[in-house]
């Protein structure tokens, strides 16, 4: 049958090719092929319309997902192309190349190039390496960024650090050794200090501003240590990032003089074309990923896994993260055999890979009483799966309320209902909390800082060896 549709649409039968795409028995394949069939005809608005059905019956059918992103894209709305694209489960070169598409039209040109980057690793041909390699040559930077940051604490700042290094000149350094800090400050025009900690300080005190730009990000557990705020030089930092607002509110608090350097509030990031997305369900595997110590509240965890067992026993809560506090686990260990659940209690320490750990599960169970951000919550939810998260200090700034309880019952009531919504998470993630949105951000802060003028040449030459992507980039922006 789809070999006669194909011959069909070779020959512009479109109404025949219909006629046969209405007999396919699986609603969300008839769907994909009738939306097949209107793009062929130049009817933009009524493939839209199939491949939105299709998806309606299975939102994660691959074909449909890229032939829905190709078409939104078409009609120029690159933000949403792009969320779709990123729900693909098997990613082609070409999904690739078009979720650098997305990002280019969205003056984004970090992220394109890292895209296109991926594109190249998949087997593409010769001309998406030509593209790849034009767009990394047309928007390569000058200046020198270096990342400093202490050993153990890098996690948040590797992807920056890689995809920045499309448009900079980028040195990330991962150390305490004083004489290789010194030899990579001395070659940086711009310094990123990953944390307001020790080795904020020691860089501020012990190292000359000589003309630099300096920047320093702040995550949070720093917002309460006044020995790091008041022995750091503030008057060498030029900008300072903040990653959530009550970051911000509470170092000010403890160091008035931050309030005087220019700041931007930048979210951390998802990397959602890392973290697979399908439909999931209420069940009774119920994870945590984050460290064992007392700001994550295990006890609290525990006496909610215990209401949880009393209504059924096939509930078991999975703890992934490094032991941070060995009494901690003593008591929680001594009280679940108390308690006689301590089977349903997995501590399984850390996992390199949270992707395919998190894949059978189905509720993220969040206890913490203190977050920066909560990027673990956000990683489960870009799978789908269902956030139910304690009222820590202020997580109604980043949550709905609907996904946040007071009290032990609440938590028990939220995770037995049958409320369950794989999408609004996924949703809520691509709307607020993407990579892609951290990178643009991002971007725009070193340009503030640097006074960078982006002035380039218009296209005017359509034979010109520029992909059609970066002469729209360049004639729409420039």
Not at 78 to 100: A, M
Not at 144 to 158: E, M, S, T, V
Not at 239 to 268: D, G, R
Request: charged residues 25%; proline residues 3%; contains cysteine.
């Amino acid at each position: 049958m789809l070999d006669e549709i194909n011959r069909l649409l070779q020959n512009s039968e479109f109404e025949k090719a219909k006629q046969y795409a209405d007999k396919i028995e699986s609603a969300v394949d008839k769907h994909n092929v009738l939306g097949i069939i209107f793009y062929q005809e130049g009817k933009l608005d009524d493939a839209l319309n199939h491949f939105k059905k299709a998806l309606e019956f299975d939102p994660t059918h691959d074909d449909a997902l890229f032939n829905y992103s190709k078409v939104l894209f078409e009609k120029q709305n690159y933000f949403e192309s792009w969320r779709y694209l990123t729900r693909i489960k098997n990613k082609s070169w070409e999904v690739y190349d078009l979720l650098g598409d997305t990002q280019l039209r969205q003056n984004n040109p970090a992220m394109a190039i890292h895209y296109y980057g991926k594109a190249c690793e998949l087997n593409a041909p010769e001309q998406m390496k030509q593209k790849f390699e034009e767009a990394k040559k047309f928007f390569k930077r000058n200046e020198r960024l270096a990342f400093f940051c202490l050993p153990g604490l890098d996690h948040f700042i590797k992807d920056i650090a890689q995809i920045l290094s499309n448009i900079y000149e980028i040195k990330l350094v991962v150390t305490t050794d004083g004489r290789q800090i010194q030899e990579v400050y001395n070659w940086a025009d711009i310094v990123w200090l990953e944390w307001a900690n020790e080795l904020a300080i020691e860089i501020t005190n012990k190292l000359p501003k000589a003309g630099k730009k300096i920047l320093c990000r702040l995550h949070g557990y720093e917002s309460l240590r006044l020995d790091f705020l008041k022995n750091i030089k503030w008057d060498k930092i030029d900008h300072v990032i903040f990653v959530a607002e009550n970051v911000l509110k509470t170092t000010i608090e403890n160091c008035s003089q931050i309030k005087f350097i220019p700041q931007s509030l930048v979210w951390n990031g998802i990397d959602l074309t890392k973290f697979t997305f399908k439909i999931r369900e209420p069940g009774p595997n119920i994870v945590f990923v984050g460290h064992f110590n007392y700001k994550k509240n295990p006890v609290f965890a525990t006496q909610i896994l215990k209401k949880l067992t009393d209504i059924d026993p096939n509930y078991s809560l999975f703890w992934a993260g490094q032991m941070q506090d060995e009494r901690m686990y003593r008591y929680v260990s001594y009280i679940l055999e108390k308690m006689e659940i301590k089977d349903k209690f997995k501590f399984d320490g850390f996992i390199k890979n949270v992707e395919d750990y998190l894949e059978d599960k189905n509720i993220f169970l969040s206890t913490s009483i203190h977050e920066g951000y909560g990027v673990a919550i956000l990683e489960a939810m870009s799978k789908g799966i269902k956030p139910v998260i304690h009222n820590f200090y202020v997580a109604e700034e980043f949550y709905p309320k609907d996904y946040i309880f007071q009290t032990i019952d609440e938590a028990v009531e939220m995770i037995v209902s049958p409320n369950y919504n794989s999408i609004e998470y996924r949703e809520f993630v691509e709307k607020n909390s993407s990579l892609e949105k951290q990178i643009l951000n991002i971007q725009n802060t070193i340009k503030s800082l640097m006074e960078i003028n982006y002035t380039l040449p218009y296209i005017k030459d359509k034979n010109s060896s520029l992909s059609n992507e970066v002469k729209d980039y360049i004639n729409n922006n420039y």
